[in-house]
T-cell receptor
Framework: AAGVIQSPRHLIKEKRETATLKCYPI?????VYWYQQGPGQDPQFLIS???????DKGSIPDRFSAQQFSDYHSELNMSSLELGDSALYFC??????????FGPGTRLTVT | QKEVEQDPGPLSVPEGAIVSLNCTYS??????FMWYRQYSRKGPELLMY????GNKEDGRFTAQVDKSSKYISLFIRDSQPSDSATYLC????????????FGAGTRLFVKA
C-alpha cells in the first residue's frame, strides 16, 4: 500500500539558511499535518491543511510557513534556521475523518 | 497539566509477558484514540485506532478506551523482543480541525 512520502530524508543546513521540506500524502488523503520531534520528545504539532486550506495551527514559529498544493502535496518552508531547529520533521496524512499515517520523516541538522 | 499524560518508562519485561501501556487525558471532547509504535529514528507507525469507547483487538494487540474515566490502554500479549520500541498514545477531537495530541511515549524493552 502507498505510504506518505517525505523528501529529503536528511538535510544539513547552516544557521540563518533556509530549508524546504516536502510531503506527498497517501492517495485520496486530503489532510496533511506537520510535526517536529526533538530527541527524546513526543511529536509536536506544527500545522495542518485540509483541502489546501490551513485547518489548524500549533507551535509553529513565525520563521516557518507551509502550504498545501492542488495535488495535495505540502511543503514546509523554514527560514533563518537556528541550532534549535535541528529535529526530525514528520508529515502525516489522513482522510477528512480518521487516523493519521506518518511518513518516514526528514532529519534536519542545523550547524 | 498536559492534556495527555503517559508514563515515559522505561518499561522492561521478559519475552512472552503481557504488557500494559496506559494514558490518561483531561479533554472530554476527544473522540479518536490511537496508539503508535515508533522505532528509533523512524516515523510513528499506527498500531490501533478506536473511535469513542470500547475495545478493539488486532492480533496480539488490544486497545481499550474508557471515556468515563478518561483512560486508554494498549495490551500486548506474548511480547517479543521486536516489540521493543516507544509507544505513543494519541487522541483528537473534531473541533473544526483534527489536531492530534500525543502522549510523551513509553519506552518498552522486551528481553529475550
Amino acid at each position: 500500500a502507498a505510504g506518505v512520502i517525505q523528501s529529503p530524508r536528511h538535510l544539513i543546513k547552516e544557521k540563518r539558511e533556509t530549508a524546504t521540506l516536502k510531503c506527498y500524502p497517501i492517495p485520496r488523503h486530503d489532510t496533511v499535518y506537520w510535526y517536529q520531534q526533538g530527541p527524546g520528545q513526543d511529536p509536536q504539532f506544527l500545522i495542518s491543511f485540509y483541502e489546501k486550506m490551513q485547518s489548524d495551527k500549533g507551535s509553529i514559529p513565525d520563521r516557518f510557513s507551509a502550504q498545501q498544493f492542488s495535488d495535495y502535496h505540502s511543503e514546509l518552508n523554514m527560514s533563518s534556521l537556528e541550532l534549535g531547529d535541528s529535529a526530525l520533521y514528520f508529515c502525516a496524512s489522513s482522510p477528512p475523518v480518521g487516523e493519521q499515517y506518518f511518513g518516514p520523516g526528514t532529519r534536519l541538522t542545523v550547524t | 497539566q498536559k492534556e495527555v499524560e503517559q508514563d515515559p518508562g522505561p518499561l522492561s519485561v521478559p519475552e512472552g509477558a503481557i504488557v500494559s501501556l496506559n494514558c490518561t487525558y483531561s479533554n472530554s471532547a476527544f473522540q479518536y484514540f490511537m496508539w503508535y509504535r515508533q522505532y528509533s529514528r523512524k516515523g510513528p507507525e499506527l498500531l490501533m485506532y478506536t473511535y469513542s469507547s470500547g475495545n478493539k483487538e488486532d492480533g496480539r494487540f488490544t486497545a481499550q478506551v474508557d471515556k468515563s474515566s478518561k483512560y486508554i490502554s494498549l495490551f500486548i500479549r506474548d511480547s517479543q523482543p521486536s516489540d521493543s520500541a516507544t509507544y505513543l498514545c494519541a487522541m483528537s477531537a473534531n473541533t473544526g480541525g483534527f489536531k492530534t495530541i500525543f502522549g510523551a511515549g513509553t519506552r518498552l524493552f522486551v528481553k529475550a
